[in-house]
């Protein structure tokens, strides 16, 4: 069966990946407004920032940016409040201890639409060295070069 594309992403963090080396991956609801999920759809949302907390046994989403919706009036969103997120008592529970190991943390990695709801796709990462950057720097330079030499012989 073929892979489906990932044409229903919102928002990705791009840097995560980068920055962080990622272990596991859960996916979480999101508690929107209905300004919030309008902004959603047309991916004014910019999640490069932002982390997950947890208070008092809940999932809370800090420091993501939805843009406020252009045709919304007075009732409209505030950009950067705190955002619940939807788990189970058990992913929460593994997200804590995930947490609570030496230079790990959770970040979000995507935002999408699944089934007419918002999901955010949360990484457990830990932090990269800057020794481990330039590795992966050094890899995918290697690569792009291989590719490029195995294509240039493939037009003779």
């Known amino acids: ?9 919102l928002a990705q963090n791009r840097k995560a990946s980068f920055d962080y080396a ?5 996916e979480a609801g999101m508690v929107l407004t209905g300004t ?3 902004s959603v759809r047309q ?14 046994g ?7 940016h939805i843009s406020p919706f252009e045709q919304g009036n007075r009732f409209n969103h505030e950009p950067l409040r705190v955002r619940k997120l939807l788990l189970h008592k058990k992913q929460i529970n593994q ?11 959770i970040i979000p990695l995507k935002v999408y639409i699944k089934n007419g709801f918002a999901k ?10 800057k020794y481990d950057k ?4 050094k890899k995918k330079d290697a690569k792009r070069d291989v590719d490029r030499a195995l294509r240039d012989r493939q037009k003779y």
């Open 43 to 56: 991916s004014k949302i910019n999640i490069a920032d932002a982390y997950v907390r947890f208070d008092g």
């Open 1 to 9: 069966m073929a892979k489906k594309k990932d044409s229903n992403v």
């Open 120 to 129: 955010c796709l949360l990484g457990i990462g830990r932090g990269k060295k």
């Open 36 to 38: 919030e999920i309008k």
């Open 22 to 26: 990622i272990e596991d991956t859960i």
């Open 95 to 105: 997200l804590i201890g995930a947490q609570g190991r030496d230079g790990y943390t």
């Open 58 to 64: 809940e999932a809370t989403l800090h420091n993501c």
């Open 134 to 137: 330039r590795d992966d720097l």
